[in-house]
């Protein structure tokens, strides 16, 4: 059994964790959530050896432990596999080099690399995990999705007994997450703990028989899932119950900003047609791989465009630079948060007015009030949890940079948004401000273009959808009358099966 008692952590200007207790049994799935920033990522963190200066006690088995570094956590037992997994792995080594990579480091073999020996033992590690990857191949050459569990291959070989997720589903498709969960069951079957952080909390119902709720640093309580409804977690997670879910103002529809024809590009973009009305949010629904992401891009100037034109308000041009883009009226919040969307060593205010710089000037000159007067408001708007808006990005909570990432671009006179999966890592109550900060824009009469893989948000907040397979638009649907089976379906290519029917 591993405790944690009364820890306590303090960043300048935050309380991270204020006083919290956590408790892990053997063989157990348990869930950790809460609100953005509520400290999850900042306890397990802790617990992985991270953070040296905590407060407070950790025990396994009534054992007084530190946790001062990685090595005494992994001699413990305790492995973290973070929500960035690029950061664990050498892209540029093979599968097998990256599961036994502290043995390779380790010392103890001297001069001589027994290889044979490094590559059969991964491959044993994969196979008993049932999975199907060569240990000969590059890292830098997998998926996301093989990258996690080369990650948890790795844990698997250091005999963890503590396996912590942080986010891991979050980038994943539908397969791709049944097939993390049958291993996280496997896992748990052979006696390891899983602690699995998630803001989707129908995947926590589903693997997690224990949940524990922080809120705000500090420690809510542990419950047994079965006692619990996704409706009560989400009450102890915000302190307060969620009316809405999808807060929608109806706003009238009227002419046509964007449209899109016989658009093709780099990526895979083949033959899209599409448009936005004023004041509608359009849908882009599709799996994961399935171009949304692509088609954003190139929209945005980013890309080769090979084929077709776009149209604003009636005007045709071919953004060649995302910088075009935006002098068009375009606006894109990017999926990858932390390549594409922040600058992460800069501060909150820096991110939050960058796009729109030239408001703030006078001639040359950068008005400072003005610029903190807008990342203050936008801070509020968008709930971003910050001590101030000189804070490095950087130390802000996964969610939070998200925030950031979409607060920006709420400054901004763009005519037509370009949201791709915009609320990923979010919590509940964070998405619907975010919803209705959308709504916002289109009563000012905006057009809105949301993508994401999550079809109820698509049922829930367009007024039409586009169904993408393969990076093509395979049908058009209208929100109220489709269900998300009818998304599903097309999205996995079955209007294709019709065709040839
Ligand atoms: N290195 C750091 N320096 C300063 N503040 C930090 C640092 N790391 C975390 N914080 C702050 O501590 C608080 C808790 O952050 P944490 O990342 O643990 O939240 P979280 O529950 O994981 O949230 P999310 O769901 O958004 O990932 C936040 O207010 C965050 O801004
Ligand atoms: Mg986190």
Redesign the pocket.
């Known amino acids: 059994m591993l405790k944690m008692k009364s820890i306590t952590k303090t960043?300048?200007?935050?309380k991270?964790?204020d006083n919290v207790d956590f408790e892990v049994e053997l063989g157990e799935i348990h869930a950790l959530i809460?609100?953005?920033?509520?400290?999850?990522?900042?306890?397990m963190?802790i617990l992985a050896g991270a953070y040296g200066g905590y407060e407070g006690d950790i025990f396994i088995d009534d054992n007084k432990i530190t946790m001062n570094n990685p090595i005494e956590a992994k001699h413990n037992g305790i492995v973290i596999v973070y929500q960035e997994v690029d950061t664990a792995l050498v892209p540029h080594l093979t599968v097998a080099e990256n599961i036994m990579m502290d043995y390779i480091v380790d010392g103890k073999n001297d001069v001589f690399m027994n290889w044979k020996y490094i590559r059969k033992q991964a491959k044993q590690e994969l196979d008993a995990l049932d999975l199907d990857i060569n240990v000969n191949c590059l890292v830098s050459d997998l998926t996301l999705s093989e990258k996690q569990m080369v990650l948890i291959g790795r844990a698997v070989f250091h005999k963890a007994k503590y396996l912590i997720l942080?986010?891991p589903t979050a980038p994943l498709s539908i397969e791709e997450t049944e097939k993390l969960f049958e291993i996280v069951r496997k896992l748990k079957n052979d006696g390891m703990s899983v602690i699995f952080?998630s803001?989707r909390l129908d995947e926590v119902f589903k693997i997690c028989e224990k949940i524990t709720v922080?809120k705000d640093?500090k420690y809510v309580g542990t419950f047994a899932t079965k006692e619990m409804t996704i409706d009560k977690s989400v009450e102890k997670m915000l302190g307060r119950k969620l009316e809405n879910s999808y807060p929608k103002i109806k706003v009238d529809i009227n002419e046509t900003l964007l449209e899109v024809k016989d658009f093709s590009g780099t990526g895979g973009v083949n033959n899209v047609n599409l448009n936005v009305r004023s004041g509608e949010i359009v849908g882009l629904a599709g799996l994961v791989g399935g171009g949304k992401t692509e088609l954003c891009k190139l929209l945005f100037g980013e890309g080769n465009i090979l084929q077709g034109e776009i149209k604003l308000k009636g005007k045709g041009f071919k953004p060649k630079t995302p910088a075009d883009a935006v002098q068009m009226g375009l606006a894109l919040v990017p999926e990858e948060r932390r390549k594409e969307g922040i600058l992460v060593n800069e501060s909150v205010e820096t991110n939050l007015t960058l796009p729109t710089l030239d408001k703030y000037c006078k001639r040359s000159f950068m008005q400072k009030g003005k610029i903190k007067k807008a990342s203050v408001e936008s801070i509020d708007k968008v709930g971003i949890?910050?001590?101030s808006e000189k804070?490095l990005i950087?130390?802000?909570?996964?969610?939070?940079?998200?925030k950031v990432a979409i607060g920006k671009w709420f400054l901004s006179d763009a005519e037509v948004f370009i949201f791709d999966e915009p609320t990923k890592?979010?919590?509940v109550g964070s998405k619907a401000e975010i919803y209705e900060l959308i709504g916002e824009l289109v009563a000012q009469g905006k057009g809105i273009i949301y993508a994401s893989c999550e079809f109820n948000e698509i049922l829930g907040l367009t007024d039409r959808v586009y169904v993408m397979y393969n990076g093509t638009v395979v049908k058009e649907l209208i929100s109220e009358e489709t269900t998300e089976e009818e998304l599903l379906y097309y999205s996995a290519g079955g209007a294709l099966n019709e065709k040839q029917n």
């Open positions: 960043f300048p200007g935050v991270a964790l809460g609100a953005n920033g509520a400290g999850k990522s900042t306890l963190k942080d986010e952080i803001h922080l640093g949890k910050t001590p804070q950087a130390n802000l909570s996964g969610g939070n940079q998200q890592g979010v919590d």
